[in-house]
């Protein structure tokens, strides 16, 4: 094993389905490699079908029982869990860095907000509040309580490994529900590791499964099995439409966290260096592979070519490398298609008359998988990278004129997840909030992701909201109850 662990029994090579790690009915495994040497990291089974549905068998029963539980019992295995997962933060890092590519320091912030959300949804277990309502007629009470939907299929992305498991599973078990989850293949050893912490704080057998293998094959089997009442899925909105539709035929409730193409605009009254700083932070995070990067960031023209150096200036100092290696600040990309294209845009934007003050190249010396950061400016919506998540190291400039001209240019897309804008006018501050139309807007920050808020898009950026106290309600119905007595 290639992965320096204190606990090497945490790395798992084996899909875990009722409570028993198990191989492929095949016996088939795929390498999974290291995005920044390229050298395999372990070895995933294979699964398909066949024992997709033997874990929604498994699911079904243990949801029958863990849905008996009390709340406060729900909450305390969770709890357990969340423990487990901080004491082990330095393994789990190790491996989300080993299959993922980013900097410990980054995968061990992920690690602490997964254990945050846990904490968070081990309370909120306790808070699905029914209703009495006043009733017209005398004779008659009124009521309605919240029950765990039931069996849920959940579907998870590469790019943060846990983190995005944990925003899913974590309410759909508080709630008395049971998961059967598939990771994505180029990361499933911290799914896997996450669901042996799991096993050790007590969730009961069946209750947390996750396969690994054909995504179609498993897709399609949680799509049509009847028994999966809920799906729940992030990545990709191409990907998230095909499963909206597969899930129509059985009419499945589903949780869509999907693409994004977030503006990120700077008018000329913004605090420049915090709006720099907070371009780095938003749009360099795992190497620009996240869904609420800065996608286009929109100068008003009085201050461009100022923003325009400072940002220059920071770029050129990101550290870039292995994630292993101290202080570097950005990791690889995922693959070699991410490479390729993040530079063909890159590369059509120069075409049409876009420069590169800053990168604008692999970086083949460090690896296969390295591109530099990049700073783009004189970016016009007639280039591909003005409608396509970029989901690389790459900042776009556009110049804009008016604020009418800037909510205008954010809006123009299909997407709609987040949006940040940076001004010291109050009243601007309030009319481009309420003019955006995203799920979520960062006014003067460039940082959204907490436990204890609504993580989501509008538009085709998805369905539904992870976090805060809208986050249970996903995997929670609501049964009206109406009770006649003798008055
Ligand atoms: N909105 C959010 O919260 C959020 C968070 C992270 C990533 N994302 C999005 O995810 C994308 C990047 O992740 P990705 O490349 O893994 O996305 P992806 O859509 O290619 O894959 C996501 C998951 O779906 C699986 N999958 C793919 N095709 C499938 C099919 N036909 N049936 C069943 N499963 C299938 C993959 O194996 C993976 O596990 C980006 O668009 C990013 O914006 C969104
Ligand atoms: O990539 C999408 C993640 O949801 C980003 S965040 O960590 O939640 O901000």
Request: charge should be neutral; charged fraction near 25%.
């Given at each position: 094993?290639?992965?320096?662990?204190?606990?090497?029994?945490?790395?798992?090579?084996?899909?875990?389905?009722?409570?028993?790690?198990?191989?492929?009915?095949?016996?088939?495994?795929?390498?999974?490699?290291?995005?920044?040497?390229?050298?395999?990291?372990?070895?995933?089974?294979?699964?398909?079908?066949?024992?997709?549905?033997?874990?929604?068998?498994?699911?079904?029963?243990?949801?029958?029982?863990?849905?008996?539980?009390?709340?406060?019992?729900?909450?305390?295995?969770?709890?357990?869990?969340?423990?487990?997962?901080?004491?082990?933060?330095?393994?789990?890092?190790?491996?989300?860095?080993?299959?993922?590519?980013?900097?410990?320091?980054?995968?061990?912030?992920?690690?602490?907000?997964?254990?945050?959300?846990?904490?968070?949804?081990?309370?909120?277990?306790?808070?699905?509040?029914?209703?009495?309502?006043?009733?017209?007629?005398?004779?008659?009470?009124?009521?309605?309580?919240?029950?765990?939907?039931?069996?849920?299929?959940?579907?998870?992305?590469?790019?943060?490994?846990?983190?995005?498991?944990?925003?899913?599973?974590?309410?759909?078990?508080?709630?008395?529900?049971?998961?059967?989850?598939?990771?994505?293949?180029?990361?499933?050893?911290?799914?896997?590791?996450?669901?042996?912490?799991?096993?050790?704080?007590?969730?009961?057998?069946?209750?947390?499964?996750?396969?690994?293998?054909?995504?179609?094959?498993?897709?399609?089997?949680?799509?049509?099995?009847?028994?999966?009442r809920k799906l729940s899925f992030?990545?990709?909105?191409?990907?998230?439409?095909?499963?909206?539709?597969?899930?129509?035929?059985?009419?499945?409730?589903?949780?869509?966290?999907?693409?994004?193409?977030?503006?990120?605009?700077?008018?000329?009254?913004?605090?420049?260096?915090?709006?720099?700083?907070?371009?780095?932070?938003?749009?360099?995070?795992?190497?620009?592979?996240?869904?609420?990067?800065?996608?286009?960031?929109?100068?008003?023209?009085?201050?461009?070519?100022?923003?325009?150096?400072?940002?220059?200036?920071?770029?050129?100092?990101?550290?870039?490398?292995?994630?292993?290696?101290?202080?570097?600040?950005?990791?690889?990309?995922?693959?070699?298609?991410?490479?390729?294209?993040?530079?063909?845009?890159?590369?059509?934007?120069?075409?049409?008359?876009?420069?590169?003050?800053?990168?604008?190249?692999?970086?083949?010396?460090?690896?296969?998988?390295?591109?530099?950061?990049?700073?783009?400016?004189?970016?016009?919506?007639?280039?591909?990278?003005?409608?396509?998540?970029?989901?690389?190291?790459?900042?776009?400039?556009?110049?804009?004129?008016?604020?009418?001209?800037?909510?205008?240019?954010?809006?123009?897309?299909?997407?709609?997840?987040?949006?940040?804008?940076?001004?010291q006018d109050v009243g601007r501050?309030?009319?481009?909030?309420?003019?955006?139309?995203?799920?979520?807007?960062?006014?003067?920050?460039?940082?959204?992701?907490?436990?204890?808020?609504?993580?989501?898009?509008?538009?085709?950026?998805?369905?539904?909201?992870?976090?805060?106290?809208?986050?249970?309600?996903?995997?929670?119905?609501?049964?009206?109850?109406?009770?006649?007595?003798?008055?």
């Amino acid at each position: 094993m290639s992965v320096p662990l204190k606990d090497e029994s945490l790395f798992r090579q084996q899909a875990f389905i009722n409570g028993k790690w198990i191989d492929a009915d095949s016996g088939r495994k795929v390498p999974v490699y290291d995005p920044a040497t390229g050298k395999e990291v372990g070895m995933m089974p294979w699964m398909g079908a066949a024992e997709t549905r033997r874990a929604i068998e498994a699911a079904e029963r243990a949801f029958s029982l863990w849905r008996k539980r009390t709340a406060k019992e729900r909450a305390a295995v969770l709890r357990r869990w969340r423990d487990l997962i901080l004491l082990h933060q330095d393994d789990l890092a190790q491996i989300m860095t080993a299959e993922q590519g980013k900097p410990l320091a980054e995968a061990r912030g992920e690690i602490v907000s997964s254990a945050g959300y846990i904490e968070w949804f081990a309370e909120e277990a306790k808070r699905t509040y029914g209703e009495t309502i006043p009733a017209g007629n005398s004779g008659q009470q009124l009521l309605t309580i919240r029950q765990p939907i039931g069996v849920v299929a959940a579907i998870t992305p590469w790019n943060f490994p846990i983190q995005m498991i944990a925003r899913k599973c974590a309410p759909a078990l508080a709630a008395g529900c049971a998961v059967v989850m598939k990771p994505a293949p180029q990361t499933p050893f911290s799914a896997l590791a996450l669901a042996d912490l799991g096993q050790r704080a007590g969730l009961p057998d069946g209750l947390f499964n996750i396969v690994t293998g054909k995504a179609g094959e498993i897709g399609d089997e949680m799509t049509s099995n009847h028994i999966v009442r809920k799906l729940s899925f992030t990545g990709s909105t191409v990907v998230g439409k095909v499963l909206m539709e597969k899930c129509a035929l059985t009419v499945k409730q589903v949780s869509m966290e999907l693409g994004g193409n977030a503006p990120f605009i700077v008018f000329d009254d913004a605090d420049l260096d915090r709006a720099v700083n907070h371009v780095i932070a938003s749009k360099f995070r795992n190497a620009g592979q996240t869904c609420v990067c800065a996608n286009r960031i929109m100068v008003q023209k009085g201050v461009y070519d100022d923003f325009a150096r400072r940002l220059s200036e920071r770029v050129r100092g990101l550290k870039i490398g292995p994630g292993t290696e101290d202080g570097v600040f950005l990791g690889p990309l995922i693959d070699d298609r991410a490479i390729d294209k993040v530079d063909d845009l890159v590369k059509d934007a120069l075409s049409k008359g876009a420069k590169a003050p800053v990168g604008g190249a692999p970086l083949k010396e460090l690896g296969a998988q390295f591109y530099a950061p990049t700073v783009l400016t004189d970016v016009t919506q007639n280039m591909q990278v003005f409608h396509k998540e970029i989901f690389g190291p790459v900042a776009p400039l556009y110049c804009f004129e008016s604020e009418e001209e800037a909510v205008s240019l954010a809006n123009a897309t299909r997407y709609g997840l987040a949006a940040y804008f940076f001004s010291q006018d109050v009243g601007r501050v309030w009319r481009v909030s309420e003019a955006l139309e995203y799920g979520m807007v960062g006014a003067n920050s460039g940082t959204l992701s907490s436990e204890a808020t609504p993580f989501g898009g509008i538009k085709e950026s998805g369905i539904g909201r992870e976090g805060g106290k809208y986050g249970i309600q996903e995997y929670l119905e609501i049964k009206y109850i109406n009770m006649g007595f003798d008055a």
